[in-house]
């Protein structure tokens, strides 16, 4: 068994989040808040900023100025917390070895490793897969293999990047039931996309990110009804590009 | 000796000659090998893995040291290991160890070289993934090298390849000495010069033949890996 720390990672709290390479910045004095409840999701249009700042809420990228905080504290390390690339890459290993490899670095007892396998492996939707290399699974395999491999940390909060781009309706379908499943377990899920249907599926609270600011952060139920800004309207309307 | 065998039955009758020829070639090879992945692993793993200055031109120079000339690399060797060179004292030229010595130089650069690109090409792809699991320097080592496995061990087999199929490195360093250092190379240089074509030949078919089964084992081994691993 290892010793969990008992401290929580929520609320996440950026402030006035500048992040930036060479001369170009890509967020802009960025304050935002993660709390517990339904899924945030942050929309934008391509380059707005979306995986940035899931890398940083992640405390992958560390902040030109401003600064971040995980449950009332700077910098700890990501125990319980967990993310999903766009682009996850698989370990050049089966699949249940993917999910073990999560468990151990996680510092999840071997004699655990069974049981959490088959259970996550169950939650994703891949029973049976156990034995197949994972970089022959198609796109909406590895992505709920890429799912169940953050899952196996077991985390409070789970960072999903545009989780369903490029996959067709049906693995659509499958990926949004899984973080249906997850949110419905307590676990803060905040998504990327850049697809409306899905922000209205799986939404409680939407972030409209634009040139690296957030123009908009708001219930999801007002956001697709009343926008408040301009940006908003116009994004809503399908016309806001750059 | 049959002078008038031909190189079919020396191969076939398993000539005592040609046996002990064949086995400290592969002797001599296999000791290169391993030596030269006991240097060139780490060393390609530690230039892929970390940034310091001159890296660039490391790896342009270890790439470049993968065609060194074998006979260039027995000169060096050479007189490191004369009588009155810096390591004279060992007295090991003209002995299967310096042979290893010369051999393990030739390929080291190659293990290293192609290492060191299939371990960087795989931490690229797993970087990400390393730092969302909060991975640790060790382990993530550990794991590139297991993960390339398959790739790291093709690669040893092109070292094992050159070094058997070289002759300039172990005829300068080993001195084709019958019965010592006479490797299948450097026989076939010698037998052909003077004229023993049947023993020529029939070494040149047991080289040919240890070639194509490295290939094929390379071959075999890269297809386990892509079955196993995707
Ligand atoms: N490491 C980087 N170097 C240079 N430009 C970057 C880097 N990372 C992101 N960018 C740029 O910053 C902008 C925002 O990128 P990103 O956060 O990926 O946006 P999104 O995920 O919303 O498409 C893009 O224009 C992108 O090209
Ligand atoms: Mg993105």
Same mark, same amino acid.
């Given at each position: 068994?290892?010793?969990?720390?008992?401290?929580?990672?929520?609320?996440?709290?950026?402030?006035?989040?500048?992040?930036?390479?060479?001369?170009?910045?890509?967020?802009?004095?960025?304050?935002?808040?993660?709390?517990?409840?339904?899924?945030?999701?942050?929309?934008?249009?391509?380059?707005?900023?979306?995986?940035?700042?899931?890398?940083?809420?992640?405390?992958?990228?560390?902040?030109?100025?401003?600064?971040?905080?995980?449950?009332?504290?700077?910098?700890?390390?990501?125990?319980?917390?967990?993310?999903?690339?766009?682009?996850?890459?698989?370990?050049?290993?089966?699949?249940?070895?993917?999910?073990?490899?999560?468990?151990?670095?996680?510092?999840?007892?071997?004699?655990?490793?069974?049981?959490?396998?088959?259970?996550?492996?169950?939650?994703?939707?891949?029973?049976?897969?156990?034995?197949?290399?994972?970089?022959?699974?198609?796109? /909406? %395999?590895?992505?709920? &293999?890429?799912?169940? #491999?953050?899952?196996?940390?077991? =985390?409070? *909060?789970? @960072?999903?990047? !545009? +989780?369903?781009?490029?996959?067709?309706?049906?693995?659509?379908?499958?990926?949004?039931?899984?973080?249906?499943?997850?949110?419905?377990?307590?676990?803060?899920?905040?998504?990327?996309?850049?697809?409306?249907?899905?922000?209205?599926?799986?939404? /409680? %609270?939407?972030?409209? &990110?634009?040139?690296? #600011?957030?123009?908009?952060?708001? =219930?999801? *139920?007002? @956001?697709?009804? !009343? +926008?408040?800004?301009?940006?908003?309207?116009?994004?809503?309307?399908?016309?806001?590009?750059? | 000796?049959?002078?008038?065998?031909?190189?079919?039955?020396?191969?076939?009758?398993?000539?005592?000659?040609?046996?002990?020829?064949?086995?400290?070639?592969?002797?001599?090879?296999?000791?290169?090998?391993?030596?030269?992945?006991?240097?060139?692993?780490?060393?390609?793993?530690?230039?892929?893995?970390?940034?310091?200055?001159?890296?660039?031109?490391?790896?342009?120079?270890?790439?470049?040291?993968?065609?060194?000339?074998?006979?260039?690399?027995?000169?060096?060797?050479?007189?490191?290991?004369?009588?009155?060179?810096?390591?004279?004292?060992?007295?090991?030229?003209?002995?299967?160890?310096?042979?290893?010595?010369?051999?393990?130089?030739?390929?080291?650069?190659?293990?290293?070289?192609?290492?060191?690109?299939?371990?960087?090409?795989?931490?690229?792809?797993?970087?990400?993934?390393?730092?969302?699991?909060?991975?640790?320097?060790?382990?993530?080592?550990?794991?590139?090298?297991?993960?390339?496995?398959?790739?790291?061990?093709?690669?040893?087999?092109?070292?094992?390849?050159?070094?058997?199929?070289?002759?300039?490195?172990?005829?300068?360093?080993?001195?084709?000495?019958?019965?010592?250092?006479?490797?299948?190379?450097?026989?076939?240089?010698?037998?052909?010069?003077?004229?023993?074509?049947?023993?020529?030949?029939?070494?040149?078919?047991?080289?040919?033949?240890?070639?194509?089964?490295?290939?094929?084992?390379?071959?075999?081994?890269?297809?386990?890996?892509?079955?196993?691993?995707?």
């Amino acid at each position: 068994m290892t010793m969990r720390a008992p401290d929580s990672e929520l609320p996440i709290v950026l402030d006035a989040v500048r992040y930036g390479v060479g001369r170009l910045t890509i967020l802009d004095g960025i304050s935002l808040s993660f709390n517990p409840g339904a899924p945030t999701v942050l929309i934008g249009p391509n380059g707005s900023g979306k995986t940035t700042l899931l890398r940083v809420a992640m405390g992958l990228l560390a902040p030109n100025s401003g600064r971040v905080t995980w449950g009332g504290r700077a910098q700890i390390s990501p125990e319980r917390r967990a993310i999903v690339f766009q682009r996850p890459a698989m370990l050049r290993r089966t699949v249940e070895a993917n999910i073990e490899y999560a468990l151990s670095s996680a510092g999840i007892a071997r004699s655990e490793w069974r049981a959490r396998t088959d259970e996550l492996l169950k939650l994703v939707g891949l029973t049976g897969f156990g034995g197949r290399p994972a970089r022959r699974l198609s796109g /909406g %395999e590895q992505q709920r &293999l890429a799912l169940a #491999r953050a899952l196996a940390r077991d =985390p409070q *909060v789970l @960072f999903l990047d !545009e +989780p369903t781009a490029s996959l067709d309706p049906a693995a659509t379908k499958a990926i949004e039931d899984v973080i249906q499943a997850v949110a419905g377990r307590g676990i803060k899920v905040v998504l990327s996309t850049h697809d409306f249907g899905e922000a209205r599926r799986l939404a /409680g %609270e939407i972030v409209l &990110l634009h040139r690296g #600011r957030v123009i908009e952060c708001t =219930p999801a *139920v007002e @956001f697709f009804t !009343e +926008p408040k800004t301009n940006e908003a309207r116009q994004f809503v309307a399908g016309e806001l590009l750059l | 000796m049959s002078g008038d065998a031909s190189a079919l039955e020396l191969v076939w009758n398993a000539d005592p000659r040609l046996i002990s020829i064949v086995l400290l070639s592969l002797f001599v090879s296999f000791s290169a090998v391993v030596l030269a992945a006991l240097a060139g692993l780490p060393l390609g793993a530690v230039i892929a893995l970390t940034r310091f200055p001159g890296r660039e031109a490391a790896i342009v120079i270890l790439n470049a040291l993968m065609g060194l000339p074998p006979v260039v690399v027995g000169l060096a060797v050479y007189l490191l290991l004369s009588r009155s060179g810096p390591l004279g004292s060992w007295g090991i030229l003209f002995t299967p160890k310096a042979m290893i010595i010369a051999q393990a130089i030739l390929v080291m650069p190659i293990i290293a070289a192609l290492a060191r690109q299939t371990i960087e090409d795989l931490w690229m792809e797993y970087r990400d993934e390393f730092a969302a699991m909060n991975v640790g320097p060790l382990r993530r080592i550990a794991t590139l090298l297991w993960d390339a496995r398959f790739s790291l061990v093709t690669t040893l087999l092109a070292g094992f390849g050159r070094a058997a199929a070289e002759v300039g490195a172990v005829i300068i360093v080993g001195g084709n000495i019958e019965g010592f250092t006479r490797t299948m190379t450097t026989a076939i240089a010698l037998e052909t010069s003077k004229g023993d074509l049947p023993l020529a030949l029939g070494l040149g078919m047991v080289l040919i033949a240890i070639v194509v089964v490295v290939n094929a084992l390379a071959w075999g081994v890269r297809r386990t890996g892509e079955r196993l691993a995707g």
